[in-house]
Each structure stands twice: as C-alpha cells, then as structure tokens.
C-alpha cells in the first residue's frame, strides 16, 4: 500500500534540515538525526538512537535502541546494530580549553575518523567501536566488544580487544 | 496513603496498550514500555529504560536509566539492575532481506530466547548479557561485565567473558 | 554577544529545582539534571544525559549523549566524557526489600561512594567507572574500559579491569 511506502517518525523524534530518510523506514521516539545524515529504506531507527551529522545508514538496516552513530560513520545496507552500540571518530576525544591545552600532552592529534560498515554485518549489544575501523561483510561483533582493529569477511570477534573467533 | 499506591508515570514516558504495572511503581522519563509487558509493584522504572512486549519485571525490582529488557527477559522480585545494563534474546542478530539472506552463511538459527533473573540478583552497570541466561538468587553480575553462562546462586561473576569472583 | 552568554536548555531537557548551570552551556535534548547538581560555563551536555542530584560538572566540560552521572560524582574542569559512560556509586547496588534482606547475605555495605575526575582527563565511549575512584589530570580511560582502580596523572589504562597502557 502507498501509505506504508512513506517513512514514520514518531512524533517525539527530532529529524534536523537536510536529513534523507527513504520510504518505509521507521523512527522511533525521541530519535535525533543530525543535519545532513542519510536514511535508507526500509530501515528501523531504534528509540532514543542518535544519527550524527553526516552519518550514513543503507537500506534495510535494523539499529536498535540507544545506538550512538557519529560523523564519519557509514553503514551500508541489510546491517544490524543492537542496543546499546556506541561508535567513536576520535582516537584522544578531549575537551579543549586554552588554558588546559597548554599543560596538555602536545602528541595527540584530534581528526574526525571514520567508520565502514559492509553490508550484512552484525554489531552486537553494547558493543563499542573504535575509529579508523571497517567491519566486513557478514561479519559479526560479538555483544559487549570493544572493537579497535578492522574484522574480516564473515569473521566473528568478541572480547575486550576484540579478538577472532573464526 | 491511597494515593501513594497508584503507579506514578512521568508524563514523557509511552506505555503501551496491554501493559499492567502494579501499585507503588514509580516510572521515570521517556521510558517506554511495550504491549504485553508487565510491572510489579513499589518498583522503579529509570529514565530512558525500554521494556520489550511481554517482558516481565517482579515485585520491588529497580531498574536504573538506559537499561534496554527485550522480549523474553523475566526479573523476579528485587532485583536491582543497574544503569546502562543492556538483555539480549537472539545469539545471532541481523537485518534480514532476501538478497543480504541468499549470501550469507545458513548455519544461524535465530529466535527469541529467554533470559530469567531470579529474586535478589543484582546486574551491575553497563553489563550486556546473553541470551539462553540464569542469574540465580542474590547473585551479582559485575559492572560492566559481558556474561554468557549461567551465574550460580550468590555467585559474583565479573569481566569479559564474565568469570566467577566467588 | 550577551544572548550567547545564557545557557542554552532544549525544551524538552528536565532541570530540578535547585539546579545550577553556568553561562555558555549547552544542555540537549531529553538531559535530565536532577536538583541540586551543578555545571560550570561553557559546558555542552549531551543528549539524553542523566546528572544524579548533587553531582558537579566543572567549566568547559563536554559530555557526549547516553552518560550517566550519580550522585558522588565531581568533574573539574575541561574533561571529556564520551557517548554511553557510566559512573556508579555504589560498590554492591541492590534493591532492598524486608523479605529479600533477611535472606542476603549480610556483609555487604552501602553508602554513596565518591568518584572524582580531575582536570582535563578523558573517559572513552561506553566505559564503566566504579566508585571510589579518582581519574587523575590529562589521564585517559579508553573506550569500553571497566575502570575499578585510581588512574594516574597522564595516565592511560584501558581494558575489563581497565590495566595500564602508559
């Protein structure tokens, strides 16, 4: 049906300008989307998950809750991504003020990194991902990981490093 | 007094239709709570925390914010879970459609399993737990665990992949 | 400009009474700030955040989305706190009944144990900080960290129990 076509947003959702979101795809309360981030179809954006500007998510994709998806991040399509995920684009996140920078160790540098989904790969609950990461096609990462090194092809990693488990 | 024995419900939180919650219970802000689920009474409810359809929570349990219960978890009666606490009830989650299903690996089952909490267990903050799960009476999940196996009456288990303390 | 100077509060933040917010900050949306607590100038405070009653949070701070902040909790000046970090304050959280406490085992204490976080220093996306804990100067806890043991100044400790790296 025609109407089914169209994507719901749930009224509590905050849907920033110059956001895509294609048709089909459901958002749930109090979703925020950043300016600039784009949508797939048929895609669930689970409640409360945060789109950061620019973000990137494929067609058929499932985010669950409490899902955290930065800059800098591109899911592609048919991937899942459970509760509770948090991505990161920042090697040394820091607060920045005159004062402390002075004092601070002057070595870390401070760039938006990214991160490649492929499509069909599972990220379990409460996982954390590293920046500069590519998770393959099919692969899964384990719930609770911490991910910091990219995961093969249809690979399982779980852990914290996250390590291969065939 | 009377009026201390209705449920208290945040005006931001959705409850949907088919839910029961039991005098006493207080429930904090945006949470959401699914068709099917039920509430003991004098529990509470933390900010943000998701109860999947059919989920069940005892008697005077108390769930801190961000915890994400899916369909399948039980919490018996005083239970704590602390904030940030993540349930799971599928081993192998993932976004399914026809093309992403046709290539990938066909040895993952998938259902919903169940996880059951029994009285007076306490889930520490940040952890994520398995599906197919038993936390056994007055047992302890560490902070930030990541538990896979059944815990042991009294047992505290802690780390990733949780590991018995005692 | 002097309009800058407010703080900016999204309309569907929470603030208690008996909250104090320093000129400069930005609070997003659906924070809730419990009564009492008090953040420096110049601060952003992430969506959906959650600052317990009583907790500090100094100048020019940055707190990412999904954080948890208890009461016990004080953050000087300039720290980073990355999306879905965790603080607790409670070394054994349970929810207390007469029935279940008659059969728990008795050594278990509890009282609001503090955490303090010094200038500068950085918590990682989706850490867990356990209480009685003291995050020195410029220190670093890395993402995913379960961090149960003082950090030292410059410090970086990473790791489920966070260990250090340098």
Same mark, same amino acid.
């Given at each position: 049906?025609?109407?089914?076509?169209?994507?719901?947003?749930?009224?509590?959702?905050?849907?920033?300008?110059?956001?895509?979101?294609?048709?089909?795809?459901?958002?749930?309360?109090?979703?925020?989307?950043? +300016?600039?981030?784009?949508?797939?179809?048929?895609?669930?954006?689970?409640?409360?998950?945060?789109?950061?500007?620019?973000?990137?998510?494929?067609?058929?994709?499932?985010?669950?809750?409490?899902?955290?998806?930065?800059?800098?991040?591109?899911?592609?399509?048919?991937?899942?991504?459970?509760?509770? =995920?948090?991505?990161?684009?920042?090697?040394?996140?820091?607060?920045?003020?005159?004062?402390?920078?002075?004092?601070?160790?002057?070595?870390?540098?401070?760039?938006?990194?990214?991160?490649? =989904?492929?499509?069909?790969?599972?990220?379990?609950?409460?996982?954390?991902?590293? +920046?500069?990461?590519?998770?393959?096609?099919?692969?899964?990462?384990?719930?609770?990981?911490?991910?910091?090194? +990219?995961?093969?092809?249809?690979?399982?990693?779980?852990?914290?490093?996250?390590?291969?488990?065939?």
């Amino acid at each position: 049906m025609m109407e089914d076509m169209a994507a719901r947003i749930h009224p509590t959702a905050i849907i920033e300008d110059g956001v895509t979101i294609g048709p089909g795809t459901a958002v749930w309360d109090t979703v925020h989307i950043r +300016s600039g981030a784009k949508v797939g179809r048929d895609c669930i954006i689970g409640e409360k998950t945060y789109l950061g500007p620019d973000a990137i998510v494929g067609d058929r994709c499932k985010l669950n809750a409490f899902v955290y998806v930065c800059t800098g991040v591109t899911i592609e399509e048919g991937v899942m991504v459970a509760a509770n =995920v948090t991505f990161t684009n920042d090697r040394f996140p820091r607060a920045t003020t005159p004062e402390l920078d002075a004092l601070r160790p002057s070595d870390l540098e401070e760039e938006t990194l990214p991160t490649l =989904v492929r499509a069909g790969a599972t990220i379990g609950a409460g996982a954390t991902l590293g +920046s500069v990461f590519v998770v393959r096609r099919f692969a899964m990462v384990g719930m609770g990981s911490v991910a910091t090194r +990219s995961v093969r092809d249809f690979a399982l990693v779980a852990g914290n490093p996250a390590r291969s488990l065939g």
